[in-house]
């Protein structure tokens, strides 16, 4: 039976993902329980572009995927049969008239549309019928659908608007038409492109619980656009449309290191809106932005994306929104230019509010200072209610620490910020009581990292601990794995490594969500298995590559943020960093077995890594910032920069293969080779199996990265176990040594060593963070260092996706990806008892889940449908492996072929879930 873990440890994101879990085993029990209950075999979890119905699709040729439900033994898809087409009642009859497929045979669950050219403005119903493993059909029990957006930009019939005001002026502007519809609504969509955030209003009401929408691009160069379904919200007669714009990204007025306040996009934030109405006469009209709206300041005086946010409710114009209201006072809007070429759609999870957090304690000074304590480190805003005279101003200081006087300390995470004069103060918001009973304050353009919340007020207020709450917010991706075993520090810790993962998820992945906010590419690529073991992040990391597209030089240069306004092309921006470009690709390609980003990043990661060669010919470089933020020790950043070299062309010769370009494969593996050889002719010492002074991280990462001989890898291997026990067993690595290090020891024979340095406790360690009562991970290993102190950093979370590859061993199968064949690896390490790990891959969801007792060792396993595992287990001498009371060799026939090679048992197994035993 699955466990549920501790709740706990559970972020609510994953509540979902958990009760999905607890229906699965309530399956598992009914298959192998006496009443053996009916199979229900059905197509599921039909999806387009890696969302559910989702609107506003702009691909030409959309992905369809789904899944197979069937619990038996052996499950698999035969066939399918896709139906596609405009009309529902046509399609659910297995008529179309968009795309049949015919049944086409095979187990493929990620097709591309191949069928007539998509229409914009268009739904389209879809059905899949799946065929099981003994050819019976098996159809959907409801139809999907996906609806195209605008497709062209040429589609677009609104105009580009916004006030005549400057970048420099303060209040967010609101925008406003009133109309008038004369008939029946059948339907309404909204399709909203803006350079800034802004926030839709229909007749009053907001529209959607998206937050800070768009994402945040390179503006100049791709624009991003959002639809909804708005049909609630209108009615025939009388209208109101209102938008309220955010500066965001794209009218910095905040001032830091990052010179982002001169970015060479910046402007007044600007819209351009098609709210097209489909009546039930088939007739379309499209309400548009242009001349005929009006605007006005709003209460929102000041907001900045980097700082905070200041509201005046004494400038509330109630009802602004509404179509009684009148606009008389308000302003003109002029047009402006398109902010860029590209609008596409914003094809992706949004930001959300996604867990709400009530404040756990509170301290009050006196009657106008209290301070608010959220029990957990969160990215996300706080939400404040209260009651006063107007003009009451209160100032609410976010930070992650206090003084030994149980003030807010902002000193760790201000360090970069530059202000001008003291009207911006940092992660504070200003909030002036508009007087007229309880009022409610949350921003709507910025977010902080916090979890103390100092509230001061220029007069006298009474506050409890139900007045203020925290919003932990982030990209709302679906949760996809759990962890838990024996040891409740490290289920803390993959629970905190999963806060810092999606604290610093913003539509693009970020360092921290309070100091930079930036899309550090280094800390990206190392947490991008972490994020990918736990949640379902393609989306995201679909569009932070475009974004990488849109801001890689022509001669390949990449920057080490990304978005950015121009820094960073000069700094940090070596392979260790941004070699982005080639392991995020790849590693969706592993994960979701979708060559589509790979080969959209083609032409992309080759202009990089041929700038690289370039510029090193010998096939050595010490282009990087190296192991960043270290122990102690540091490593020479020619190895680590090319280490990273080396997989970035890695990376690249295997997709040129699978792209079927045969050059360039026999060119960039020959290179590989190359650098392999520089590599070790100049670090490695063949006598003794060293590398350079044989350091932790100097060992790992040829280790990890494939640069080591096979003849001298467990030499290598034994090497970096021993240095760890000189090390006193504690890690003496920085940013790179951190990715490398557990793999290198896992993967090389010493299990047991790298549980010892992932369950350490005591300084230097992830555990040491923990049992200080981190919620989150911290940017140094002291946890009173005195400089990089964020304490809501992921670059260090390869931990977290460590648990599943080894202590789960749970890795995707590079011959069959996307767990197609799932490669099940675990590591049975002497000091932890138990262990439980699933992840839900495109087939489904997968468990490894093993406990030791006295006498033996019990190991559960479930193969999704349509999916097959490879298994290797590590059996001690003088025990067997048994399953269903049976030693394995004459057990089941879904147990195929079953080898040995030393100490190593490698078998095969079906779809399905199966119980084993070592004694
Ligand atoms: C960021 C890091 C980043 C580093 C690169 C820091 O300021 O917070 O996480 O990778 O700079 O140098």
Same mark, same amino acid.
């Given at each position: 039976?699955?466990?549920?873990?501790?709740?706990?440890?559970?972020?609510?994101?994953?509540?979902?993902?958990?009760?999905?879990?607890?229906?699965?085993?309530?399956?598992?029990?009914?298959?192998?329980?006496?009443?053996?209950?009916?199979?229900?075999?059905?197509?599921?979890?039909?999806?387009?572009?890696?969302?559910?119905?989702?609107?506003?699709?702009?691909?030409?040729?959309?992905?369809?995927?789904?899944?197979?439900?069937?619990?038996?033994?052996?499950?698999?898809?035969?066939?399918?049969?896709?139906?596609?087409?405009?009309?529902?009642?046509?399609?659910?009859? /297995?008529?179309?008239?968009?795309?049949?497929?015919?049944?086409?045979?095979?187990?493929?669950?990620?097709?591309?549309?191949?069928?007539?050219?998509?229409?914009?403005?268009?739904?389209?119903?879809?059905?899949?019928?799946?065929?099981?493993?003994?050819?019976?059909?098996?159809?959907?029990?409801?139809?999907?659908?996906?609806?195209?957006?605008?497709?062209?930009?040429?589609?677009?019939?609104?105009?580009?608007?916004?006030?005549?005001?400057?970048?420099?002026?303060?209040?967010?502007?609101?925008?406003?038409?009133?109309?008038?519809?004369?008939?029946?609504?059948?339907?309404?969509?909204?399709?909203?492109?803006?350079?800034?955030?802004?926030?839709?209003?229909?007749?009053?009401?907001?529209?959607?619980?998206?937050?800070?929408?768009?994402?945040?691009?390179?503006?100049?160069?791709?624009?991003?656009?959002?639809?909804?379904?708005?049909?609630?919200?209108?009615?025939?007669?009388?209208?109101?449309?209102?938008?309220?714009?955010?500066?965001?990204?794209?009218?910095?007025?905040?001032?830091?290191?990052?010179?982002?306040?001169?970015?060479?996009?910046?402007?007044?934030?600007?819209?351009?809106?098609?709210?097209?109405?489909?009546?039930?006469?088939?007739?379309?009209?499209?309400?548009?932005?242009?001349?005929?709206?009006?605007?006005?300041?709003?209460?929102?005086?000041?907001?900045?994306?980097?700082?905070?946010?200041?509201?005046?409710?004494?400038?509330?114009?109630?009802?602004?929104?509404?179509?009684?209201?009148?606009?008389?006072?308000?302003?003109?809007?002029?047009?402006?230019?398109?902010?860029?070429?590209?609008?596409?759609?914003?094809?992706?999870?949004?930001?959300?509010?996604?867990?709400?957090?009530?404040?756990?304690?509170?301290?009050?000074?006196?009657?106008?200072?209290?301070?608010?304590?959220?029990?957990?480190?969160?990215?996300?805003?706080?939400?404040?209610?209260?009651?006063?005279?107007?003009?009451?101003?209160?100032?609410?200081?976010?930070?992650?620490?206090?003084?030994?006087?149980?003030?807010?300390?902002?000193?760790?995470?201000?360090?970069?910020?530059?202000?001008?004069?003291?009207?911006?103060?940092?992660?504070?918001?200003?909030?002036?009581?508009?007087?007229?009973?309880?009022?409610?304050?949350?921003?709507?353009?910025?977010?902080?990292?916090?979890?103390?919340?100092?509230?001061?007020?220029?007069?006298?207020?009474?506050?409890?601990?139900?007045?203020?709450?925290?919003?932990?917010?982030?990209?709302?991706?679906?949760?996809? /794995?759990?962890?838990?075993?024996?040891?409740?520090?490290?289920?803390?810790?993959?629970?905190?490594?999963?806060?810092?993962?999606?604290?610093?998820?913003?539509?693009?992945?970020?360092?921290?969500?309070?100091?930079?906010?930036?899309?550090?590419?280094?800390?990206?690529?190392?947490?991008?298995?972490?994020?990918?073991?736990?949640?379902?992040?393609?989306?995201?990391?679909?569009?932070?590559?475009?974004?990488?597209?849109?801001?890689?030089?022509?001669?390949?240069?990449?920057?080490?943020?990304?978005?950015?306004?121009?820094?960073?092309?000069?700094?940090?921006?070596?392979?260790?960093?941004?070699?982005?470009?080639?392991?995020?690709?790849?590693?969706?390609?592993?994960?979701?077995?979708?060559?589509?980003?790979?080969?959209?990043?083609?032409?992309?990661?080759?202009?990089?890594?041929?700038?690289?060669?370039?510029?090193?010919?010998?096939?050595?470089?010490?282009?990087?910032?190296?192991?960043?933020?270290?122990?102690?020790?540091?490593?020479?950043?020619?190895?680590?920069?090319?280490?990273?070299?080396?997989?970035?062309?890695?990376?690249?010769?295997?997709?040129?293969?699978?792209?079927?370009?045969?050059?360039?494969?026999?060119?960039?593996?020959?290179?590989?080779?190359?650098?392999?050889?520089?590599?070790?002719?100049?670090?490695?010492?063949?006598?003794?199996?060293?590398?350079?002074?044989?350091?932790?991280?100097?060992?790992?990462?040829?280790?990890?990265?494939?640069?080591?001989?096979?003849?001298?890898?467990?030499?290598?291997?034994?090497?970096?176990?021993?240095?760890?026990?000189?090390?006193?067993?504690?890690?003496?690595?920085?940013?790179?040594?951190?990715?490398?290090?557990?793999?290198?020891?896992?993967?090389?024979?010493?299990?047991?060593?790298?549980?010892?340095?992932?369950?350490?406790?005591?300084?230097?360690?992830? /555990?040491?963070?923990?049992?200080? /009562?981190?919620?989150?991970?911290?940017?140094?290993?002291?946890?009173?260092?005195?400089?990089?102190?964020?304490?809501?950093?992921?670059?260090?979370?390869?931990?977290?996706?460590?648990?599943?590859?080894?202590?789960?061993?749970?890795?995707?199968?590079?011959?069959?990806?996307?767990?197609?064949?799932?490669?099940?690896?675990?590591?049975?390490?002497?000091?932890?008892?138990?262990?439980?790990?699933?992840?839900?891959?495109?087939?489904?969801?997968?468990?490894?889940?093993?406990?030791?007792?006295?006498?033996?060792?019990?190991?559960?396993?479930?193969?999704?449908?349509?999916?097959?595992?490879?298994?290797?287990?590590?059996?001690?001498?003088?025990?067997?492996?048994?399953?269903?009371?049976?030693?394995?060799?004459?057990?089941?026939?879904?147990?195929?072929?079953?080898?040995?090679?030393?100490?190593?048992?490698?078998?095969?197994?079906?779809?399905?879930?199966?119980?084993?035993?070592?004694?």
């Amino acid at each position: 039976m699955i466990r549920i873990n501790a709740a706990d440890i559970k972020p609510a994101s994953s509540l979902k993902f958990v009760l999905r879990i607890a229906s699965l085993s309530l399956l598992f029990l009914t298959r192998t329980g006496a009443l053996q209950a009916q199979v229900s075999v059905a197509p599921t979890d039909l999806q387009c572009e890696y969302l559910t119905n989702p609107l506003g699709i702009d691909a030409a040729n959309p992905r369809l995927s789904w899944r197979l439900s069937d619990t038996r033994q052996g499950a698999r898809q035969t066939a399918y049969q896709l139906y596609i087409g405009t009309d529902s009642v046509a399609v659910s009859q /297995g008529k179309a008239n968009q795309w049949t497929t015919g049944k086409v045979l095979t187990d493929q669950a990620l097709i591309t549309y191949a069928g007539k050219p998509l229409q914009p403005f268009t739904k389209y119903f879809w059905r899949v019928d799946l065929w099981d493993k003994d050819g019976r059909n098996a159809k959907p029990a409801s139809l999907s659908s996906f609806e195209t957006g605008l497709m062209n930009a040429r589609n677009w019939q609104g105009s580009w608007i916004s006030d005549s005001r400057d970048v420099t002026i303060k209040p967010a502007p609101y925008f406003r038409k009133a109309f008038k519809l004369a008939k029946k609504i059948r339907s309404a969509r909204a399709y909203v492109a803006v350079a800034g955030l802004y926030e839709l209003y229909i007749n009053g009401q907001k529209i959607g619980s998206h937050r800070l929408d768009p994402m945040y691009t390179r503006f100049d160069r791709r624009t991003l656009y959002v639809t909804y379904d708005v049909t609630a919200q209108m009615q025939t007669g009388n209208n109101a449309i209102g938008v309220l714009l955010g500066n965001g990204w794209y009218n910095h007025q905040s001032t830091a290191v990052w010179y982002f306040h001169e970015a060479p996009w910046r402007g007044r934030p600007t819209f351009c809106l098609d709210l097209r109405i489909t009546y039930d006469d088939g007739s379309i009209e499209t309400v548009t932005s242009g001349k005929d709206w009006k605007t006005a300041l709003s209460p929102l005086i000041f907001n900045s994306i980097y700082t905070a946010e200041h509201y005046d409710g004494r400038l509330e114009q109630p009802g602004w929104n509404t179509a009684n209201f009148d606009d008389k006072a308000w302003k003109e809007v002029i047009y402006r230019s398109t902010p860029s070429e590209t609008i596409v759609a914003q094809t992706m999870h949004p930001i959300r509010a996604v867990e709400r957090i009530p404040a756990k304690a509170i301290r009050k000074f006196n009657d106008t200072t209290y301070v608010f304590d959220l029990g957990r480190n969160i990215s996300g805003v706080s939400q404040i209610s209260v009651t006063g005279s107007a003009g009451t101003t209160l100032r609410l200081k976010h930070g992650e620490r206090l003084y030994d006087n149980g003030h807010v300390d902002l000193s760790n995470i201000d360090v970069h910020y530059r202000p001008t004069d003291k009207s911006d103060p940092f992660q504070t918001d200003i909030f002036m009581l508009a007087g007229r009973g309880p009022e409610t304050f949350m921003p709507r353009f910025n977010y902080k990292g916090f979890q103390y919340v100092e509230v001061t007020s220029d007069k006298p207020i009474d506050l409890t601990q139900a007045s203020l709450t925290g919003y932990f917010m982030h990209s709302d991706v679906p949760a996809i /794995g759990t962890f838990q075993s024996s040891n409740p520090t490290m289920n803390k810790l993959w629970w905190a490594t999963n806060n810092a993962y999606l604290s610093n998820l913003f539509g693009y992945p970020t360092d921290c969500p309070q100091r930079e906010k930036n899309g550090w590419t280094g800390d990206a690529h190392i947490a991008s298995e972490t994020g990918l073991y736990n949640f379902d992040g393609i989306t995201i990391y679909e569009k932070w590559l475009a974004d990488h597209r849109d801001e890689q030089q022509p001669n390949g240069v990449l920057p080490s943020i990304i978005p950015t306004d121009g820094w960073g092309y000069e700094w940090g921006n070596g392979p260790d960093w941004t070699s982005t470009i080639a392991i995020i690709p790849w590693n969706i390609y592993l994960f979701y077995g979708d060559k589509k980003l790979l080969a959209d990043c083609y032409d992309n990661i080759k202009r990089y890594v041929d700038h690289i060669n370039e510029q090193s010919p010998s096939g050595l470089t010490s282009w990087g910032l190296g192991d960043w933020v270290p122990v102690k020790s540091k490593s020479p950043v020619e190895l680590t920069s090319s280490a990273y070299y080396f997989a970035d062309v890695s990376i690249l010769a295997k997709t040129a293969k699978l792209l079927g370009k045969q050059t360039d494969y026999s060119y960039y593996s020959a290179l590989a080779a190359r650098i392999k050889a520089a590599f070790n002719a100049k670090y490695l010492n063949k006598e003794t199996g060293l590398y350079g002074s044989g350091l932790q991280t100097e060992l790992s990462v040829p280790l990890y990265w494939g640069l080591v001989p096979d003849e001298l890898n467990s030499k290598v291997a034994s090497n970096l176990a021993k240095r760890v026990t000189a090390d006193n067993d504690h890690l003496d690595v920085g940013l790179l040594g951190t990715k490398a290090i557990l793999g290198a020891l896992s993967e090389n024979g010493h299990a047991d060593k790298a549980y010892t340095l992932a369950s350490q406790e005591t300084f230097p360690s992830w /555990g040491w963070w923990i049992v200080n /009562g981190a919620t989150t991970l911290y940017e140094n290993w002291p946890i009173d260092a005195k400089s990089d102190i964020s304490m809501n950093h992921i670059m260090f979370g390869e931990i977290g996706a460590w648990l599943y590859k080894a202590l789960g061993g749970i890795k995707p199968d590079p011959t069959q990806p996307g767990f197609k064949n799932v490669l099940l690896e675990p590591m049975f390490v002497s000091n932890l008892d138990q262990v439980d790990v699933a992840h839900t891959g495109p087939y489904g969801t997968i468990r490894s889940a093993w406990k030791r007792t006295a006498t033996e060792l019990s190991y559960d396993i479930v193969v999704p449908p349509n999916s097959t595992a490879t298994v290797s287990l590590i059996v001690p001498p003088g025990k067997t492996i048994y399953e269903n009371g049976l030693p394995l060799a004459s057990s089941s026939k879904a147990i195929r072929p079953v080898e040995r090679t030393g100490k190593v048992q490698k078998f095969q197994l079906q779809a399905g879930t199966y119980q084993f035993k070592l004694k």
